[in-house]
């Protein structure tokens, strides 16, 4: 186990560190954080935005004499990763928005990072540079071309120091393969393929290749008519290169092997809970659509977060969870204006710690649930500016359902819906978490005697 990544509720408290965005006022849409990721040492954390740019904050290091700000994160490089554009064949706007983003392992002093939207995505090289070359031949010092009848000596050029500039390149374009959104992009443990999910089908890239895919999974009906369910995620097993887990609209998970055929329309296990009669309601089927799946670090489980709960699975077991976490199950009678607003089909994230001992999750009001799996024991934590003095530690939050309301507890009637923890991410090896709430990045980290 990692060290100081233990029984979560007994011996970390959680403080305020830091908070990047501008406050509320005038708040565009394309401000919104639509996706949170460290990179695998944890040194650099990418956000990605509604209006399509890439922001990655690279963590400082600690200053001897300041030991109690352990390593900020400050802003290392901002660009544009997507731009609108139009589909003139089908008439369709194609959002800029970036939905996700994947790290490549650093193998070099660059860093390579994955990033989509709906359509497409892109490989991009992050770069520093603190030398340019001076002393052209051809050239003067300001770029002009020489007259070559001028030049009478030949000279070697050097290389100047100058302030080091961070440079995002694209390095691939990987368009033109999906007639549905992309909603997953997920890294093969080879690191030469990768793989994104939309609607109804899964493709398969060699990084090298940009202009075809293999697609690994069809679920496209001969008759739309029949449609009856949706691909909602999809993530490759952090180790073995030939399996993955694609989970549905309807509440399943299905683990393929890439050995056993070209195209997975068959699965190698099928992951379902059976569901209880007596909650069956008109919501059943929406609320158990799953918005986010990830396996665990060490390959052995997955967890599947859906409307109300967060699951964990053992892949040797398919009829059912080996745990069940209820995220906010005060909202079960809230269903119908939940309904009526939209917000059931919200899409909540999941992630594991670095140990996968605790996951965390979002919900509304910018509250986000953390579950010990050792301890069984759970808390709910809130980002907001009102505690977000440095080093502040974070009160436990409460909601009341009904009857008499404690001073430190909040009612369930009036929770902001508006406010909601979509993306979240956790530092691979520390106790430092990354919390999006609308357009503003939430820092929090174990508070260290």
Not at 109 to 116: D, E, G, I, K, R
Not at 173 to 195: G, K, L, P, R
């Amino acid at each position: 186990m990692i060290p100081g990544l233990g029984n979560l509720m007994q011996d970390v408290l959680w403080c305020f560190s830091q908070v990047k965005g501008t406050i509320d006022v005038g708040v565009t849409e394309a401000d919104i954080i639509s996706t949170v990721e460290f990179n695998h040492t944890g040194e650099l954390l990418a956000t990605g935005d509604k209006g399509g740019r890439v922001v990655i904050f690279q963590r400082e290091q600690e200053s001897k004499n300041q030991p109690h700000r352990r390593g900020e994160y400050n802003v290392y490089s901002t660009f544009q990763s997507h731009e609108p554009e139009f589909d003139y064949l089908k008439s369709l706007e194609i959002e800029e928005k970036i939905n996700k983003i994947r790290w490549l392992p650093q193998q070099n002093a660059a860093y390579f990072l994955l990033s989509t939207n709906d359509k497409t995505v892109k490989l991009w090289k992050v770069s520093e540079r603190d030398k340019r070359p001076e002393g052209y031949n051809l050239k003067d010092e300001d770029g002009r071309l020489r007259d070559p009848s001028m030049i009478t000596s030949l000279r070697v050029p050097v290389l100047r120091p100058m302030d080091l500039m961070v440079e995002a390149t694209p390095r691939r374009v990987f368009a033109n393969a999906h007639t549905y959104h992309i909603n997953s992009i997920s890294v093969n443990s080879d690191y030469e393929t990768y793989m994104s999910a939309d609607d109804l089908r899964i493709n398969l890239w060699n990084f090298e290749i940009t202009n075809q895919s293999f697609n690994i999974v069809d679920i496209k009906p001969a008759n739309m008519e029949e449609l009856t369910e949706v691909i909602t995620a999809a993530e490759f097993h952090p180790h073995h290169c030939n399996t993955f887990v694609y989970s549905s609209s309807k509440g399943t998970i299905r683990l393929c092997d890439m050995r056993a055929s070209a195209l997975c329309d068959r699965h190698a296990k099928f992951f379902e809970e059976p569901e209880d009669p007596s909650n069956r309601s008109f919501f059943s089927e929406i609320i158990s659509s799953i918005s986010d799946v990830k396996f665990s670090h060490s390959g052995r489980y997955i967890m599947t977060r859906d409307y109300l709960t967060v699951k964990v699975w053992d892949l040797n077991m398919e009829n059912r969870p080996i745990e069940t976490y209820q995220v906010h199950d005060y909202l079960r009678s809230k269903l119908c204006s939940l309904y009526e607003n939209d917000c059931i089909f919200d899409k909540f994230e999941c992630v594991w710690n670095g140990s996968d001992s605790v996951i965390m999750t979002g919900s509304y009001n910018n509250f986000f649930r953390m579950f010990d799996r050792n301890t069984k024991r759970d808390v709910t934590l809130e980002a907001s500016r009102e505690n977000s003095k440095p080093r502040a530690i974070l009160k436990p939050r409460k909601v009341c359902v009904g009857g008499k309301r404690r001073k430190d507890e909040i009612s369930v009637d009036s929770l902001d819906f508006s406010k909601k923890i979509l993306h979240t991410a956790w530092h691979p090896s520390e106790n430092i978490i990354a919390v999006a709430a609308t357009n503003n990045l939430y820092i929090f980290q174990d508070k260290v005697n």
